[in-house]
């Protein structure tokens, strides 16, 4: 497998010195511009990156503006912004946060975090490109499908079921995504009780993976499934989800607010409205959703 392409952008020299050095030895290919304007050459002009750390304060074109090009190309959209900034004021973070910088690095900044939130955007990277093999694999056959009810357990067969759901859509790739972030959210925070702060703590010591199973093979959670239901309407899908948590208090977590935006996690529920699902509702609990998507002819 080639390694990740990673476009660092930022014109001070000693700061594109630190963030080689951060990232030496972790097998990424890095392509290191000191400002916008060529960054944007390499981005339009048809340069692959799976993500591009930038920095926000450049003279000419800045970060911000190099931002809102990658949005208004769908082609480019999609690829993961890691803004770094010196600049962490409320109304700088909430501009980037709504023109779609999912993370941010507040200068100075230290290798761990860096490193973080690198491998972070990489992985999202990687669970696209499996949700799209996925997709093609199921297309055939569930896009024929009317009414249909699933019930899974794990982390692997959350992925299954988005992808399947997914081919009923006029656009699999954004749909499969958001699905993905509700259904992981459903068995890790619904089914198996863990939190927002829960999960921060275990991503930052890389043990979320392993906790899942652990919790996964506990008693008390043996019995445990998230229930899918999908419904074809005209020119429509509509799917519930319900786990069997406690639920949350899910009205925290519409927006993705400047409070966290230095965090890895606590973002799939806007990361679900931003691509799919502008309708998403939930139950006064939190364990219940419902949303829909238009449905592929």
């Known amino acids: 497998m080639n390694p990740a392409r990673l476009l660092v952008v930022d014109d001070e020299e000693i700061n594109r010195e630190i963030i080689a050095e951060y990232l030496d030895g972790s097998g990424y290919d890095l392509t290191l511009v ?14 692959q990156f799976d993500a591009v750390l930038l920095d926000r304060m450049m003279p000419d074109i800045d970060g911000m503006a190099v931002l809102r090009r990658l949005q208004a190309e769908p082609a480019l959209a999609a690829t993961p912004v890691i803004m770094q900034t010196a600049a962490a004021g409320h109304e700088q973070v ?19 975090a860096l490193l973080a939130v690198v491998r972070s955007a990489i992985d999202g990277v990687e669970r696209r490109r499996e949700l799209a093999r996925q997709i093609d694999e199921y297309r055939g056959m569930i896009g ?17 079921v988005a992808a399947a759901v997914a081919t009923m859509a006029c656009d699999p790739t954004a749909v499969g995504l958001a699905l993905v972030e509700l259904l992981i959210n459903a068995v890790e925070h619904g089914n198996l009780g863990i939190t927002f702060q829960d999960k921060s703590r275990l991503l930052a010591a890389e043990r979320w993976a392993a906790e899942i199973e652990a919790r996964l093979a506990l008693a008390e959670n043996a019995g ?7 419904k074809r309407e005209p020119g429509t899908v509509r799917v519930r989800i319900r786990d069997q948590g406690r639920g949350f208090d899910w009205r925290r977590y519409l927006d993705l607010d400047e409070a ?27 364990n219940e959703l419902t949303a829909s998507f238009t449905a592929h002819h």
């Open 224 to 230: 445990k499934c998230v229930e899918v239901h999908v």
């Open 34 to 47: 000191d400002n916008g304007g060529r960054a944007l050459e390499l981005l339009l002009g048809g340069q």
């Open 144 to 160: 024929l499908v009317v009414e249909a009810r699933f019930a899974f357990r794990t982390l692997r067969e959350a992925h299954s």
């Open 260 to 286: 966290r935006a230095t965090n890895r996690n606590g973002r799939g529920i806007v990361l679900a409205r931003q691509l799919a699902f502008g309708d998403l509702r939930y139950n006064d609990a939190g």
């Open 94 to 112: 909430a501009e980037g946060l709504r023109l779609g910088a999912y993370y941010y690095l507040t200068k100075p900044y230290h290798r761990d």
